[in-house]
C-alpha cells in the first residue's frame, strides 16, 4: 500500500533532477548575462552618459547581478577607481553645462 506521499508525489525525484537542472541553466544564463553587461558598458567607459546611468540606477544593477557590482565594474574601468569616474564625470558635465548634477553625482558615488 503507498502513502499518500507517495501517490502525491510520484516523481519526487525526477522533479527535483528537473529543478536541478533548471536552476543549472538559470545560473549558467545570469553568468553569461553578466559577462556581457560588463563588455558592453566597457565599451563606454569613456561616457559619461552611460557612466551616470549605470551609478543613478546602482541599485538595481546590484540587485539583478550582485553586491557592489556597480563599485566593482567603475574599479576594472578606471585605474583610479571611483576619484576616475567622479573626476571625469564632474569634468564631463561641467564643460556641457550641467552643473546641477555634480551634487547628485557626487552624493551617489559617497553612497559606493
Same mark, same amino acid.
Given at each position: 500500500?503507498? #502513502?499518500?506521499?507517495? !501517490?502525491?508525489?510520484?516523481? +519526487?525525484?525526477?522533479?527535483?533532477? #528537473?529543478? !536541478? &537542472?533548471?536552476?543549472? $541553466?538559470?545560473? $549558467? =544564463? !545570469?553568468?553569461?548575462? +553578466? $559577462?556581457?553587461?560588463?563588455?558592453?558598458?566597457? /565599451?563606454?567607459? *569613456?561616457?559619461?552618459?552611460?557612466?551616470?546611468?549605470?551609478?543613478?540606477?546602482? *541599485?538595481?544593477?546590484? +540587485? /539583478?547581478?550582485?553586491? &557592489?557590482?556597480?563599485? =566593482?565594474?567603475?574599479? *576594472?574601468?578606471?585605474?583610479?577607481?571611483? %576619484?576616475?569616474? +567622479?573626476?571625469?564625470?564632474?569634468?564631463?558635465? =561641467? $564643460?556641457?553645462?550641467?552643473? &546641477?548634477?555634480?551634487?547628485?553625482?557626487?552624493? %551617489?558615488? /559617497?553612497?559606493?
Amino acid at each position: 500500500m503507498q #502513502s499518500m506521499h507517495d !501517490a502525491n508525489f510520484p516523481d +519526487e525525484g525526477r522533479d527535483r533532477i #528537473s529543478l !536541478a &537542472n533548471r536552476l543549472q $541553466k538559470l545560473l $549558467k =544564463s !545570469a553568468l553569461h548575462f +553578466e $559577462k556581457l553587461v560588463i563588455t558592453t558598458i566597457d /565599451a563606454f567607459h *569613456e561616457d559619461e552618459n552611460v557612466l551616470f546611468f549605470i551609478l543613478r540606477h546602482r *541599485e538595481q544593477f546590484d +540587485e /539583478a547581478i550582485g553586491f &557592489n557590482f556597480v563599485k =566593482s565594474l567603475y574599479n *576594472e574601468m578606471h585605474p583610479g577607481g571611483l %576619484k576616475d569616474i +567622479e573626476k571625469l564625470l564632474v569634468q564631463n558635465y =561641467s $564643460k556641457r553645462g550641467f552643473h &546641477n548634477l555634480l551634487p547628485l553625482i557626487t552624493t %551617489k558615488l /559617497a553612497e559606493l
